[in-house]
């Protein structure tokens, strides 16, 4: 990592600083795992947006998304609903159900030619009329007991869920790095048109990505389901923002060609740690989230100073 | 210049023919399980005078709860029946002035501000709602005793700007005034969310750890999401209440991992606001015959524990419940 | 100069330079989709096609329509502005709570309050060199707490009602006035774009930020500029809130901001900036519209409904989108 | 010179099976007919030059040829086969590759990846990367050429120079992917090269005739008659005919490529076409007075320059002199120093001050600085003077007409229209507009020109030296980065010489009394 790239690490070390400083509750085993199993789901959900944000793309489709695949893990694993007991192959069908979704996405922005930020955003509300649909007026609860396993079960103090995302953080590395499919992500975002230029083509890359990032999602979603025991439409609310939030904060920018998955992690923690670390200190509910967005915008201004240049870009 | 919207022929009560009636009812989202089944209810309502209600959803969205209403009131109005839930206290007002400026017949539920005064207008109906401090300090008594009247609480809160989240905390205070000996920890908003609820409690179980004996939240979907994250912590000493009486909760006092839960009868609410829209616009009841204390009142409700909760599982309404002459059976009184 | 060197070659007469007829409809394209959508609807229920109904419809728009026309500005720079929701509904609270102290001067504090607030972040943007995502995402959050707190998290009733009464009035008996301030709104800003050099300043900033730099267009002064348009068109959309809905609540417009966004990119106007304008922004919140309206009371039931707002966004870009412009679809 | 000397297949047989033959290649876009009837002929293993004008067609014709341009009439036959080019992969099959007027590298990716780029063949196993065989596939390529950087770079860390070296490996690994002879096309490829990058190129492009056949593009006359066996010139999209290299001079070039008897050779004869000389003596203010300049990149500059002068700064990679450009510009920061333009303090916080204040920039990278592709030749020309189209606050399109229309005509620029976008004129014309921006208003007075020529054609070339002249003779005092050392002695009154970061020596350079391009050499090192 370049002197570049520090702030970020930098950022998230100051502020845990100041919360451990402030609050003995803080900074407490306990609550580091706490805070460890917390970040589990956005980090998830920050692998796969953070392979469409390397591409200069964007991507809002999780809520949608992950609704989906929450409902649809919740009805095929052993629930209230119906007589399904489908275990794994359970998970697996709402993975790919979503990454069939997200397929969708990144087949409209490349065959049809609209913009991601579009795109993404019509796949979310198509993922929520779907999810609504399977939903139908009654919440399933699962009763399977490896995926409420993965929220409940320990090892090494973590839950079974941190660890399932630290795996796709490392698998969301590998491909980063030693794959064409993350690498050309990442050279996309750099110069698209070059890549035309020199006889790739880049639009089943495109595709790849989004659907890449769909798994996620839908991996994310049953996360979700695992944890709260049940089947909920808005189980990815909120996580299409908080997901960006967290990859720029560590650095991998809207613009694209920048970061990667190691970075959108550090930002990952820092989110998590200033939401852990807020309610830890008894800042109110009501300026929660205000204090949130000052420090997120403050963490980012310190991390862009040592980069700046006076003809440089910001968009 | 004048408004062009509306009908001239406002409150032209009991003109209607049976069929000509339409019904609409409106609620947040179809994916929450007590407000699907409030359309549910009003289906059923529907069914039983033989016609069909127009199920409308808003995605919590304030603006777009305005916006299908004014579409709404915008077509033919003249025997539209609407049954109500206002996202907010403030959405309140501009649905009723459009439906008087339209003449359409309205009941609301839930949400209200408390100076909008219902006799003031002819086509607003009633407004129906549950005592939401009552039943904060229903659950808060509970907690308190299922504790053994003394150790730390800590309360979930509902989306901060709305009466019932107000209210339910406002009993909760009346509970803990009650109940010198039972501390309130923390208190913070999980907007009435499971999946908050859980990452909000997680938090706070690391914060207080031992300390915390019971958990009240007010709504049981924020009561569910702090289970799991008891379960998932090794916790199995908390106690924990809700409101609304959702499936969910129901099942899980009945095996003992939630304390209690304060009835809304979702079912019942989606039909009895179509009902009371139906009967004054066909007639069989005149807006002048019903009494001032049924325009604006607190509905029938229940603190369901272990003992009585066989009694709630499948709510149940019926016909009687909806017959023109016994509409305003579940008042508990005017609303003060 | 003396002698000319070089010979004017003579391949520049060849071929007349005239837009095609594909070009022209393109521009034409956001009318368009509009026009699909009201036929699609009123196939699907008679009914909907009335005076009255439309109306309601337009009327529902405005402030819609204010606040894209708004975020357009800045969209044009290159940028986003994710604030323009939650400043909205912190402007209802201002306006609410304002009201009783300053009467008719409200409208005007409310809305130099919003444009200040605006320019703040366009200030933080340029100076500090944070993207504006970011910026405007933290400004999110910062309004909606601030809102929450002087609100004392609750609705604000509005008692005196003549201050904003003039905007539900109906212009000729049809048109609502709010409406027609929306479209005053969008004329005036962009008669002033057209005439002034600023339309080619902020093409040059959402083009290329660099370029434009370099040819000493005031790139700082235009994006924070287009942030304060973007703010004062969030207060002038809050009033319309507020005349509507008689009260002031610190989430009332929350939910205005990813149809405010679907409703620029649904006009055709480029999500990287550069290529666009407010009349398509007026064209692309009017569909909108209709799809969060229409859709419902035309009968699609909930489920469907969401499905069908999301494919047809989507295909309302595929139609409006000129991609002569736009070479690179990110 | 090389006449040929290497081995060229003599073997007449009856019908010579040439590498590459278009016959009538036609290519229209809205407004103008890039390509009108094309005729062209590469044979195996020779240097072909393609001469032409700015717009002439050159760019097209060779997109064409690799697949990127799909021509509305025409054949392109290989290796005596007709062939239909879909894309630039199908024209790398057929053995032809391109290294584009317009850089194009990912400045992400490392130098390796960019070489191999697309046809990584066993550097990527079943999608996974196997970054040592990558390192030593792209290590092959440029030890081609005897380049010495770290494959492993990013390439956006590398200087311009490297970069275009790395595009040339690039395209050299299409000798592994053909068995026939390739044919490799250099679109400009030492417009941005120093003199000592431009040997190593041209020993390639001599090796490479041994194995392949090359087609070649430069602006720099001289330079093509140099590499170059033949030279085919192109006139508004028709082939006006080809002369050997080995008997042609530059001037006989020229002619073809305008058409007519040109005038003198602004080229070679610019020391000569210089403005009166009677103010020498008399000691004058200077109108610029730098004074202890310092920056990131420079230290302690003082620089001097008079109304009606040009100043020329030459250097090396990394002198500096660039920064100090943008610097007067106030488009980079500095740290120390003064400066005063017509005895009052230039204002350097910022571009628009200097714009205020009459001080022009004309950037080298005029495709991501220089211009705003998208936007219109009018809306660029007026983009910094804007009140040149104003009445008051108002804009007057017709005035802007009027303007623009007048500056087209007076600079010779080719574009279809005023309205037509500059992203899609030449690249000499788009140079054109962006000179003619600081013009439009007639009030600057201190021109800071980063290579004004690179990438213009002869005669564009000169029409713009006249123009520095004129304003210099109008009092317009200029600061030229030349292109060549031959233009920086031709242009300038007197050459400054910076070297890591410091002004290093002063040269005058009076018409009638020039130094030798030796001389400053001398100096440089
Ligand atoms: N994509 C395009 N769209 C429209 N016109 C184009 C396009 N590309 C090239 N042209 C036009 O075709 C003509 C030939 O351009 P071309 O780039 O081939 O010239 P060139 O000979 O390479 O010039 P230069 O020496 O300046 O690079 C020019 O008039 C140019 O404006
Ligand atoms: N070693 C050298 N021998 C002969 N001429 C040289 C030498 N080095 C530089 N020059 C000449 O000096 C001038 C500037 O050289 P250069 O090619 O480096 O320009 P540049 O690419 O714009 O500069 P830079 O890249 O400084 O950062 C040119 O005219 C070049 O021909
Ligand atoms: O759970 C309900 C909640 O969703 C609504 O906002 O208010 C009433 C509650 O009981
Ligand atoms: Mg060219
Ligand atoms: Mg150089």
């Given at each position: 990592m370049?002197?570049?790239?520090a702030g970020?690490?930098?950022a998230?070390v100051v502020i845990?600083?100041v919360f451990?400083?402030?609050?003995?509750?803080?900074?407490?085993v306990s609550?580091?795992?706490?805070v460890l199993?917390?970040?589990?789901v956005?980090?998830?959900?920050t692998?796969?947006?953070s392979?469409?944000l390397?591409m200069?793309?964007?991507?809002?489709?999780s809520?949608?998304?992950m609704g989906?695949?929450?409902?649809?893990?919740?009805?095929?694993?052993?629930?209230?609903r119906?007589?399904n007991d489908l275990?794994?192959?359970?998970?697996?069908?709402?993975?790919l159900?979503?990454?069939?979704?997200?397929?969708?996405?990144?087949l409209?922005?490349?065959?049809?030619k609209?913009?991601?930020f579009?795109?993404t955003?019509?796949?979310?509300a198509?993922g929520?009329?779907?999810a609504?649909l399977?939903?139908?007026g009654?919440?399933?609860?699962?009763?399977?007991?490896?995926?409420q396993g993965?929220a409940?079960?320990r090892?090494?103090g973590l839950?079974?869920?941190?660890?399932?995302?630290?795996a796709?953080v490392l698998?969301?590395w590998?491909v980063q790095?030693?794959?064409r499919?993350?690498?050309?992500a990442?050279?996309?975002?750099?110069?698209e048109e070059v890549l035309?230029l020199?006889g790739?083509?880049v639009?089943?890359y495109?595709?790849?990505?989004?659907t890449m990032a769909?798994?996620?999602y839908?991996?994310a979603?049953v996360?979700v389901?695992s944890q709260l025991?049940?089947?909920?439409v808005q189980?990815?609310?909120?996580y299409?923002?908080?997901?960006?939030?967290?990859a720029v904060v560590?650095?991998t920018?809207l613009?694209?060609?920048?970061?990667?998955?190691l970075?959108?992690?550090?930002?990952v923690l820092?989110?998590?740690?200033?939401?852990?670390g807020l309610v830890?200190?008894g800042?109110s509910?009501y300026?929660?989230?205000g204090?949130?967005g000052?420090?997120?915008?403050a963490?980012?201004?310190?991390?862009?100073?040592p980069?700046?240049?006076?003809?440089q870009v910001?968009? | 210049t004048e408004?062009?919207a509306?009908?001239?022929?406002?409150a032209?009560?009991g003109a209607?023919?049976?069929?000509?009636?339409?019904l609409v009812?409106?609620v947040?989202?179809?994916s929450?399980?007590?407000e699907?089944?409030?359309?549910?209810?009003?289906?059923?309502?529907?069914?039983?005078v033989?016609?069909?209600?127009e199920?409308?959803t808003?995605?919590?969205?304030?603006?777009?709860q305005?916006?299908?209403?004014s579409q709404?009131l915008?077509?033919?109005?003249?025997c539209l029946?609407?049954?109500?839930?206002?996202?907010?206290?403030?959405?309140?007002?501009?649905?009723?002035?459009?439906?008087?400026a339209?003449?359409a017949y309205?009941v609301?539920?839930w949400n209200?501000p408390?100076?909008?005064?219902v006799?003031?207008?002819?086509?607003w109906?009633?407004?129906i709602?549950y005592?939401?401090?009552?039943s904060?300090?229903?659950?808060?008594?509970?907690l308190?005793?299922?504790?053994?009247?003394?150790g730390?609480v800590v309360a979930?809160?509902?989306v901060?700007?709305t009466?019932?989240?107000?209210?339910?905390f406002v009993?909760?205070?009346?509970?803990?005034?009650?109940?010198?000996d039972?501390e309130l920890?923390?208190?913070?908003?999980?907007?009435?969310?499971r999946?908050?609820?859980?990452?909000?409690?997680k938090t706070l179980?690391t914060?207080?750890g031992?300390?915390i004996?019971g958990i009240w939240?007010?709504n049981?979907?924020?009561a569910l999401g702090?289970?799991?994250a008891?379960?998932q912590?090794?916790?199995?000493?908390v106690a924990?209440?809700?409101?609304?009486?959702v499936?969910d909760?129901?099942?899980?006092?009945?095996d003992?991992t939630?304390?209690?839960?304060?009835?809304?009868?979702?079912?019942?609410q989606?039909?009895i606001g179509?009902?009371?829209?139906y009967?004054?616009a066909t007639?069989e009841l005149?807006?002048?015959?019903?009494?001032d204390e049924d325009?604006?009142?607190?509905?029938?409700?229940f603190?369901?524990?272990?003992?009585?909760?066989?009694?709630f599982?499948?709510p149940?309404t019926?016909?009687?419940?909806f017959?023109?002459d016994s509409?305003?059976?579940?008042s508990q009184g005017?609303?003060? | 100069m003396s002698?000319?060197?070089?010979t004017k070659?003579a391949?520049?007469a060849?071929v007349?330079v005239?837009?095609?007829?594909?070009?022209?409809?393109?521009s034409?394209?956001?009318v368009i989709a509009l026009?699909?959508?009201l036929a699609a609807?009123?196939?699907?229920?008679?009914g909907f096609?009335t005076?009255?109904s439309?109306?309601a419809a337009?009327r529902?728009?405005?402030?819609l329509?204010?606040?894209?026309?708004?975020?357009?500005l800045v969209?044009?720079?290159g940028g986003i502005?994710?604030s323009?929701?939650?400043?909205?509904s912190?402007?209802t609270v201002?306006?609410?709570?304002?009201?009783p102290?300053l009467?008719?001067?409200t409208?005007?504090?409310v809305?130099?309050a919003?444009?200040?607030?605006g320019?703040?972040q366009?200030?933080?943007h340029v100076?500090?060199?944070?993207p504006?995502f970011?910026v405007?995402l933290?400004?999110?959050?910062i309004?909606?707490a601030?809102?929450?707190?002087?609100?004392?998290?609750?609705p604000?009733?509005v008692?005196?009602r003549?201050?904003?009464n003039?905007?539900?009035?109906?212009?000729?008996?049809?048109v609502?006035?709010s409406?027609?301030?929306?479209?005053?709104?969008v004329a005036v800003?962009s008669l002033?774009l057209?005439?002034?050099?600023?339309?080619?300043?902020i093409r040059?900033?959402?083009?290329s930020?660099?370029?434009?730099?370099?040819?000493g267009t005031?790139?700082?002064?235009v994006?924070v500029a287009?942030?304060?348009?973007?703010?004062?068109?969030a207060?002038l959309a809050?009033l319309?809130l507020?005349s509507?809905?008689?009260?002031g609540s610190?989430?009332?417009?929350?939910?205005?901001l990813l149809?405010a966004?679907a409703?620029?990119?649904?006009?055709?106007t480029?999500?990287?900036?550069?290529?666009?304008?407010l009349?398509?922004s007026?064209?692309?919140?009017?569909?909108?519209?209709?799809l969060?309206?229409g859709l419902p009371?035309v009968?699609v039931p909930s489920?469907?409904?969401?499905?069908?707002?999301?494919?047809?966004?989507?295909?309302?870009?595929a139609?409006?989108l000129?991609r002569?412009?736009?070479l690179?679809?990110? | 010179?090389?006449?040929n000397?290497?081995?060229?297949?003599e073997a007449?047989?009856p019908?010579?099976?040439?590498?590459?033959?278009?016959?009538?290649l036609?290519k229209?876009y809205?407004?103008?007919?890039a390509l009108?009837?094309v005729?062209l002929?590469?044979?195996?293993h020779?240097?072909?030059g393609?001469a032409?004008e700015?717009g002439a067609?050159k760019?097209?014709?060779?997109k064409?040829?690799?697949?990127l341009?799909?021509p509305?009439?025409?054949?392109?036959?290989?290796r005596?086969?007709k062939v239909?080019?879909?894309?630039?992969?199908?024209a790398?099959?057929?053995g032809i590759?391109?290294?584009?007027q317009e850089q194009?590298?990912?400045?992400?990716?490392?130098?390796?990846e960019?070489?191999v780029?697309g046809?990584?063949?066993?550097?990527?196993?079943?999608g996974?990367?196997?970054w040592?065989?990558?390192r030593?596939l792209?290590?092959e390529q440029?030890?081609?050429i005897?380049s010495?950087?770290?494959?492993?770079?990013?390439?956006?860390?590398?200087?311009?120079?490297?970069r275009?070296?790395v595009?040339?490996?690039?395209?050299?690994?299409i000798?592994?992917?053909t068995?026939?002879?390739?044919?490799?096309?250099?679109?400009e490829?030492t417009?941005?090269l120093?003199?000592?990058e431009?040997?190593?190129l041209?020993t390639q492009v001599?090796?490479?005739r041994e194995f392949a056949?090359?087609?070649?593009?430069s602006?720099?006359l001289d330079?093509?008659?140099?590499?170059c066996d033949?030279?085919?010139?192109?006139?508004g999209?028709?082939?006006v005919g080809?002369?050997?290299a080995?008997d042609?001079?530059?001037?006989e070039?020229h002619r073809?490529?305008?058409g007519s008897t040109?005038g003198?050779?602004?080229y070679?004869?610019a020391s000569?076409a210089?403005?009166?000389d009677?103010?020498?003596?008399?000691?004058r203010?200077?109108?610029?007075?730098?004074r202890g300049?310092?920056?990131?990149t420079f230290?302690?500059?003082?620089?001097?320059?008079h109304?009606?002068?040009?100043v020329?700064?030459?250097?090396?990679h990394?002198?500096g002199?660039?920064d100090?450009c943008?610097?007067?510009f106030?488009?980079e920061?500095t740290?120390?120093g003064?400066?005063v333009l017509d005895g009052?303090r230039?204002d350097?916080s910022g571009?628009?001050a200097a714009c205020?204040a009459?001080?022009?920039?004309?950037p080298?990278?005029?495709?991501?600085?220089?211009?705003v592709?998208?936007?219109?030749?009018?809306?660029?020309?007026t983009?910094?003077k804007q009140h040149?189209?104003?009445t008051?606050?108002?804009v007057?399109?017709r005035?802007?007409?009027?303007?623009v229309d007048?500056?087209?005509?007076r600079?010779?620029i080719?574009t279809?229209?005023?309205g037509?976008?500059?992203?899609?004129?030449?690249?000499?014309?788009?140079?054109?507009v962006?000179?003619?921006r600081?013009?439009?208003?007639?009030?600057v007075?201190?021109?800071?020109?980063?290579h004004p020529?690179?990438g213009?054609d002869v005669?564009a070339?000169?029409?713009v030296?006249?123009?520095?002249?004129?304003?210099?003779?109008?009092?317009?005092?200029?600061?030229?980065?030349?292109d060549s050392l031959?233009?920086?002695?031709?242009?300038?009154?007197?050459i400054?010489?910076?070297?890591?970061?410091?002004a290093?020596?002063?040269?005058a350079?009076?018409a009638?009394g020039?130094?030798?391009?030796?001389d400053?050499v001398?100096e440089?090192?």
């Amino acid at each position: 990592m370049s002197l570049r790239d520090a702030g970020p690490p930098i950022a998230l070390v100051v502020i845990f600083g100041v919360f451990a400083v402030l609050s003995p509750d803080f900074r407490t085993v306990s609550n580091v795992q706490n805070v460890l199993d917390a970040a589990a789901v956005l980090a998830v959900v920050t692998c796969g947006i953070s392979f469409v944000l390397m591409m200069g793309s964007i991507d809002l489709s999780s809520p949608g998304i992950m609704g989906a695949s929450a409902i649809t893990v919740a009805l095929l694993v052993a629930n209230n609903r119906n007589d399904n007991d489908l275990g794994v192959l359970g998970v697996v069908v709402a993975v790919l159900l979503a990454a069939g979704l997200g397929c969708l996405s990144g087949l409209a922005l490349v065959v049809l030619k609209v913009p991601s930020f579009m795109t993404t955003l019509g796949i979310s509300a198509v993922g929520l009329g779907v999810a609504t649909l399977m939903f139908a007026g009654v919440q399933p609860n699962v009763s399977d007991t490896m995926l409420q396993g993965w929220a409940v079960e320990r090892f090494l103090g973590l839950a079974y869920l941190t660890w399932i995302a630290l795996a796709c953080v490392l698998v969301g590395w590998l491909v980063q790095r030693y794959s064409r499919l993350g690498r050309y992500a990442f050279a996309i975002g750099g110069a698209e048109e070059v890549l035309a230029l020199s006889g790739v083509k880049v639009a089943p890359y495109k595709v790849a990505v989004f659907t890449m990032a769909g798994a996620f999602y839908g991996l994310a979603g049953v996360m979700v389901t695992s944890q709260l025991g049940a089947g909920l439409v808005q189980a990815g609310r909120g996580y299409d923002f908080s997901a960006i939030t967290a990859a720029v904060v560590g650095g991998t920018l809207l613009i694209g060609g920048r970061g990667g998955i190691l970075h959108s992690t550090v930002g990952v923690l820092l989110v998590t740690v200033l939401t852990n670390g807020l309610v830890q200190v008894g800042v109110s509910p009501y300026w929660q989230g205000g204090v949130q967005g000052l420090i997120v915008v403050a963490a980012v201004a310190a991390a862009v100073i040592p980069q700046r240049r006076r003809n440089q870009v910001t968009k | 210049t004048e408004t062009a919207a509306g009908g001239d022929d406002a409150a032209a009560a009991g003109a209607c023919e049976p069929a000509d009636v339409t019904l609409v009812g409106q609620v947040r989202t179809e994916s929450n399980p007590y407000e699907a089944s409030w359309l549910d209810g009003g289906d059923a309502f529907a069914e039983q005078v033989g016609l069909t209600q127009e199920r409308l959803t808003y995605d919590s969205d304030s603006t777009r709860q305005q916006e299908q209403i004014s579409q709404l009131l915008a077509g033919d109005t003249e025997c539209l029946v609407m049954n109500i839930l206002p996202n907010g206290d403030s959405d309140t007002p501009p649905i009723v002035e459009g439906a008087e400026a339209a003449g359409a017949y309205l009941v609301t539920q839930w949400n209200k501000p408390a100076d909008l005064d219902v006799t003031d207008y002819d086509s607003w109906l009633s407004h129906i709602t549950y005592d939401g401090v009552e039943s904060g300090k229903q659950i808060g008594d509970a907690l308190a005793e299922a504790i053994g009247g003394s150790g730390g609480v800590v309360a979930l809160q509902g989306v901060l700007d709305t009466a019932a989240a107000k209210d339910r905390f406002v009993g909760l205070e009346e509970s803990l005034a009650a109940n010198p000996d039972v501390e309130l920890l923390d208190d913070q908003t999980a907007n009435f969310s499971r999946a908050e609820a859980l990452e909000v409690t997680k938090t706070l179980l690391t914060k207080h750890g031992e300390d915390i004996k019971g958990i009240w939240a007010a709504n049981d979907d924020m009561a569910l999401g702090a289970l799991e994250a008891l379960q998932q912590a090794g916790r199995d000493d908390v106690a924990v209440v809700g409101i609304d009486a959702v499936p969910d909760a129901l099942t899980a006092i009945q095996d003992g991992t939630m304390t209690a839960t304060v009835s809304s009868d979702g079912p019942w609410q989606g039909g009895i606001g179509l009902a009371i829209g139906y009967c004054v616009a066909t007639g069989e009841l005149a807006v002048e015959d019903i009494a001032d204390e049924d325009r604006a009142w607190f509905a029938e409700q229940f603190l369901i524990e272990q003992d009585n909760v066989a009694d709630f599982v499948s709510p149940e309404t019926s016909e009687a419940d909806f017959a023109c002459d016994s509409l305003f059976s579940r008042s508990q009184g005017s609303m003060s | 100069m003396s002698t000319p060197v070089i010979t004017k070659p003579a391949a520049d007469a060849v071929v007349p330079v005239r837009p095609t007829l594909g070009q022209r409809l393109t521009s034409f394209m956001p009318v368009i989709a509009l026009v699909v959508l009201l036929a699609a609807l009123t196939i699907a229920d008679p009914g909907f096609l009335t005076l009255n109904s439309l109306t309601a419809a337009v009327r529902t728009s405005a402030p819609l329509v204010v606040l894209a026309a708004g975020a357009t500005l800045v969209v044009l720079c290159g940028g986003i502005d994710l604030s323009i929701a939650a400043l909205c509904s912190l402007a209802t609270v201002f306006f609410a709570l304002w009201l009783p102290d300053l009467g008719g001067l409200t409208t005007v504090a409310v809305i130099a309050a919003t444009a200040a607030i605006g320019a703040l972040q366009g200030l933080a943007h340029v100076l500090l060199r944070i993207p504006s995502f970011i910026v405007t995402l933290g400004g999110m959050s910062i309004f909606s707490a601030i809102a929450l707190v002087i609100s004392d998290a609750g609705p604000i009733r509005v008692v005196d009602r003549d201050v904003t009464n003039w905007l539900t009035l109906y212009v000729g008996g049809v048109v609502p006035m709010s409406f027609v301030v929306a479209l005053v709104v969008v004329a005036v800003i962009s008669l002033v774009l057209r005439l002034t050099p600023l339309e080619s300043w902020i093409r040059a900033t959402g083009y290329s930020e660099s370029a434009a730099r370099l040819a000493g267009t005031p790139v700082d002064v235009v994006k924070v500029a287009a942030f304060t348009v973007s703010g004062a068109c969030a207060g002038l959309a809050a009033l319309m809130l507020v005349s509507r809905n008689f009260s002031g609540s610190p989430s009332m417009a929350d939910n205005l901001l990813l149809p405010a966004v679907a409703a620029i990119v649904v006009g055709g106007t480029a999500i990287t900036g550069g290529h666009g304008s407010l009349w398509r922004s007026l064209a692309g919140a009017l569909v909108v519209t209709l799809l969060r309206v229409g859709l419902p009371i035309v009968g699609v039931p909930s489920a469907y409904e969401q499905i069908l707002y999301g494919a047809i966004i989507v295909a309302a870009v595929a139609l409006t989108l000129d991609r002569s412009k736009v070479l690179i679809i990110k | 010179m090389t006449t040929n000397l290497q081995a060229q297949p003599e073997a007449r047989v009856p019908a010579p099976v040439h590498a590459l033959e278009v016959r009538g290649l036609v290519k229209s876009y809205p407004g103008v007919k890039a390509l009108d009837g094309v005729d062209l002929v590469v044979r195996q293993h020779e240097v072909l030059g393609l001469a032409g004008e700015n717009g002439a067609g050159k760019s097209t014709l060779l997109k064409a040829l690799v697949g990127l341009v799909r021509p509305d009439g025409g054949e392109i036959w290989v290796r005596g086969e007709k062939v239909r080019l879909r894309s630039i992969v199908d024209a790398a099959d057929h053995g032809i590759g391109m290294v584009f007027q317009e850089q194009s590298l990912v400045p992400n990716l490392t130098a390796a990846e960019n070489i191999v780029l697309g046809s990584e063949g066993p550097g990527v196993r079943r999608g996974v990367y196997r970054w040592n065989t990558m390192r030593r596939l792209a290590q092959e390529q440029l030890d081609k050429i005897g380049s010495h950087i770290d494959p492993l770079a990013r390439t956006d860390t590398l200087s311009f120079a490297d970069r275009q070296m790395v595009e040339i490996a690039k395209v050299l690994r299409i000798e592994e992917r053909t068995s026939h002879p390739p044919v490799i096309i250099l679109d400009e490829p030492t417009s941005v090269l120093e003199s000592k990058e431009i040997e190593t190129l041209f020993t390639q492009v001599r090796r490479l005739r041994e194995f392949a056949s090359v087609v070649f593009v430069s602006h720099r006359l001289d330079e093509v008659l140099d590499v170059c066996d033949r030279v085919a010139v192109l006139r508004g999209g028709r082939s006006v005919g080809e002369v050997p290299a080995a008997d042609a001079a530059p001037a006989e070039l020229h002619r073809m490529m305008i058409g007519s008897t040109g005038g003198d050779d602004h080229y070679h004869g610019a020391s000569a076409a210089v403005r009166s000389d009677e103010r020498s003596d008399e000691p004058r203010t200077p109108r610029l007075v730098v004074r202890g300049l310092s920056g990131k990149t420079f230290r302690d500059v003082d620089l001097d320059v008079h109304a009606g002068e040009i100043v020329g700064i030459v250097g090396v990679h990394g002198s500096g002199r660039e920064d100090v450009c943008r610097a007067l510009f106030g488009a980079e920061p500095t740290t120390a120093g003064e400066v005063v333009l017509d005895g009052e303090r230039l204002d350097l916080s910022g571009t628009r001050a200097a714009c205020a204040a009459g001080v022009g920039y004309v950037p080298a990278e005029r495709k991501t600085e220089g211009m705003v592709g998208p936007m219109s030749v009018a809306d660029n020309m007026t983009l910094t003077k804007q009140h040149s189209r104003c009445t008051g606050p108002l804009v007057r399109p017709r005035k802007q007409a009027t303007l623009v229309d007048r500056w087209i005509e007076r600079l010779s620029i080719r574009t279809p229209h005023r309205g037509t976008a500059i992203q899609r004129l030449s690249g000499g014309n788009q140079q054109k507009v962006v000179l003619a921006r600081w013009l439009v208003a007639g009030d600057v007075r201190l021109l800071l020109l980063d290579h004004p020529t690179r990438g213009l054609d002869v005669g564009a070339r000169s029409e713009v030296y006249r123009l520095m002249r004129e304003l210099a003779g109008s009092g317009v005092a200029t600061v030229l980065l030349a292109d060549s050392l031959e233009e920086a002695i031709g242009m300038s009154d007197r050459i400054i010489v910076m070297s890591d970061g410091r002004a290093t020596t002063e040269v005058a350079a009076p018409a009638g009394g020039k130094p030798t391009p030796l001389d400053l050499v001398k100096e440089m090192v």
